[in-house]
């Protein structure tokens, strides 16, 4: 079993920036490719962006690109979300999800594809 924690959700006013952070453990960190999806409750669960296992490739939605960034360190087995100039309609629960051994990031679009879940961090931009 791998588990996936999500943390630095909270408030920020319009066009301010936050930081998510996924912290993985249970099995080998370097194998899972990882991804951000976003929740509103009642609502099926929105793909935001992925990186691969190897760390070499990047996939984001189109409304957050140029804002929001991936990125994973290997030592820390941590995977994070930088999300700039964030918007009202950017508010939702972030969740971080991870895949084992998957090699095509164009496939990690899909919540279908990942294998573990965070419990999701809360993310609220006022306008």
């Known amino acids: 079993q791998v588990q996936v924690v999500e943390s630095g959700g909270g408030l920020v006013q319009a066009g301010g920036s936050l930081r998510v952070s996924c912290a993985a453990s249970?099995?080998?960190?370097?194998?899972?490719?990882m991804g951000w999806f976003r929740q509103v409750p009642g609502k099926e669960r929105e793909f935001v962006a992925a990186?691969?296992?190897?760390?070499?490739?990047?996939t984001y939605v189109d409304s957050v690109k140029g804002r929001f960034t991936i990125s994973r360190d290997m030592a820390k087995n941590t995977a994070y979300l930088q999300m700039n100039s964030l918007k009202p309609e950017d508010t939702d629960v972030y969740y971080c999800?991870?895949?084992?051994?998957?090699?095509?990031?164009?496939?990690?679009?899909?919540?279908?594809?990942?294998?573990?879940w965070g419990q999701g961090t809360q993310v609220t931009v006022s306008s």
């Open positions: 999800a991870a895949a084992f051994r998957r090699d095509i990031i164009e496939t990690m679009t899909s919540e279908l594809m990942y294998d573990y």
């Open positions: 249970g099995r080998t960190f370097r194998r899972y490719t």
């Open positions: 990186i691969s296992w190897s760390g070499d490739s990047t």
